[in-house]
């Protein structure tokens, strides 16, 4: 089935210990993205990726890393989670660009105390 | 970023009736409108899309337009069906970047 798997689904942690958010696709999509949903906010782009080992910053990169070494995997990193970064998070796929609809994985609630 | 707004935030109407969703923006490089349901607890899910170079595209009850000149694209349900009910988000894409609406709320009401 094609899909895009995000894990944790939920996760709660405390100020300053690092995390990672795993995503990975199955359809040999170019282009990965990272999404944090607030209400009221809509959906807004945190990291984007066109293909391998390249990754650009969206409109809310502060406090966010990520990585693309396989063209499967866009990992989100949050070296020193903050309480501003409680959110919920989405990461995408589309096949080639951001002229394509997206895919979404599940979403991760993340609570920073 | 690129500005995209989305009215209304929230919309109620009778099963059987119509809803129509808008969402305006700045940038005329933008070529590609797609349109999102989210409902409650889960993902966002693409319904419908639209390129810069078609006015109207249907699906089944759903349509969306697109004004290139006036920069506005709509999304239209038709007969709308408790069902129906969800969060609705527009999209486009500036350059490398995709950004969506802030979301519309319907509710479909029996």
């Known amino acids: 089935e094609a899909q895009v798997t995000q894990n944790p689904r939920y996760l709660i942690t405390v100020t300053g210990k690092k995390l990672t958010v795993t995503c990975s696709q199955n359809m040999n999509h170019e282009y990965m993205s990272w999404y944090r949903q607030d209400p009221g906010l809509g959906l807004r782009q945190i990291y984007y990726s066109m293909n391998v080992e390249v990754t650009d910053k969206g409109d809310v990169p502060e406090g966010y890393k990520v990585s693309r070494k396989e063209k499967r995997n866009f990992p989100l990193i949050l070296e020193s989670p903050s309480p501003n970064q409680t959110s919920l998070y989405f990461c995408?796929?589309?096949?080639?660009?951001?002229?394509?609809?997206?895919?979404f994985g599940s979403g991760t609630r993340l609570t920073v105390v | 970023g690129e500005n995209v707004e989305q009215h209304p935030s929230t919309l109620s109407v009778q099963e059987g009736d119509s809803a129509v969703i808008k969402c305006t923006y700045s940038d005329s490089a933008s070529n590609y409108f797609p349109w999102y349901k989210q409902e409650l607890g889960k993902r966002p899910q693409l319904i419908i899309d639209i390129r810069s170079n078609v006015g109207e595209k249907k699906d089944q009850r759903i349509a969306v337009t697109l004004n290139k000149t006036a920069k506005h694209f709509s999304l239209h349900i038709t007969e709308t069906q408790p069902e129906d009910s969800a969060v609705y988000f527009c999209?486009?894409?500036?350059?490398?970047?995709?950004?969506f609406g802030t979301g519309t709320s319907l509710t479909v009401i029996p």
């Open positions: 999209g486009l894409n500036t350059g490398n970047q995709f950004y």
């Open positions: 995408a796929s589309s096949l080639a660009g951001s002229n394509y609809g997206y895919t």
